[in-house]
T-cell receptor
Framework: QKEVEQNSGPLSVPEGAIASLNCTYSDRGSQSFFWYRQYSGKSPELIMFIYSNGDKEDGRFTAQLNKASQYVSLLIRDSQPSDSATYLCAVCAGLNQGGKLIFGQGTELSVKP | KAGVTQTPRYLIKTRGQQVTLSCSPISGHRSVSWYQQTPGQGLQFLFEYFSETQRNKGNFPGRFSGRQFSNSRSEMNVSTLELGDSALYLC???????????FGPGTRLLVL
């Protein structure tokens, strides 16, 4: 079992719709969770991070964390064609592991005009 | 603030050679982590340096090594290059007390 799992996609949504990206992780001791966006040929760009159970909103993005279910998700409201990219879920194990992120394989999102 | 910078951006080497990649973190960031990204394996952690000391190491062979200087700049070295080392090598920096990492543009290495 991979440590961090994501659906590879591609996930296709129409412009203006809500895109829902999901991630599960295996290490119950994981403390911090991150979503990165990566455009083709570019490096990952941080979108959001979340540490506590519940929802965290930032503009059109909402991260949701459920530690009991070992599940993290990212919702993108009012999706735009410019949101088309690969979204990477990353998990940090916590204490003394701050510089080590474990990444999922990424979900490719395509927003159709 | 300037972002993370990496040099060179592109590199072509042949099998058996060695290569050194450089990373300058965001000003004030003392931690630098290195990752390898390939289509098959995705993004994998190589190692992290903090205050010139290696803090964490991923599951890579000893051909992969790194170091950090007193100004927090970091280098990674790959010796005896193999075809499978062709990848995008990314470095990321973070402040010492936070876990949020910011990535540089990467160095794309092609081994022929």
């Amino acid at each position: 079992q991979k440590e961090v799992e994501q659906n590879s996609g591609p996930l296709s949504v129409p412009e203006g719709a809500i895109a829902s990206l999901n991630c599960t992780y295996s290490d119950r001791g994981s403390q911090s969770f991150f979503w990165y966006r990566q455009y083709s040929g570019k490096s990952p760009e941080l979108i959001m991070f979340i540490y506590s159970n519940g929802d965290k909103e930032d503009g059109r993005f909402t991260a949701q964390l459920n530690k009991a279910s070992q599940y993290v998700s990212l919702l993108i409201r009012d999706s735009q064609p410019s949101d088309s990219a690969t979204y990477l879920c990353a998990v940090c194990a916590g204490l003394n592991q701050g510089g080590k992120l474990i990444f999922g394989q990424g979900t490719e999102l395509s927003v159709k005009p | 603030k300037a972002g993370v910078t990496q040099t060179p951006r592109y590199l072509i080497k042949t099998r058996g050679q060695q290569v050194t990649l450089s990373c300058s973190p965001i000003s004030g960031h003392r931690s630098v982590s290195w990752y390898q990204q390939t289509p098959g394996q995705g993004l994998q952690f190589l190692f992290e340096y903090f205050s010139e000391t290696q803090r964490n190491k991923g599951n890579f062979p000893g051909r992969f090594s790194g170091r950090q200087f007193s100004n927090s700049r970091s280098e990674m070295n790959v010796s005896t290059l193999e075809l499978g080392d062709s990848a995008l090598y990314l470095c990321a920096s973070r402040p010492g007390g936070a876990e949020t990492q910011y990535f540089g543009p990467g160095t794309r290495l092609l081994v022929l």
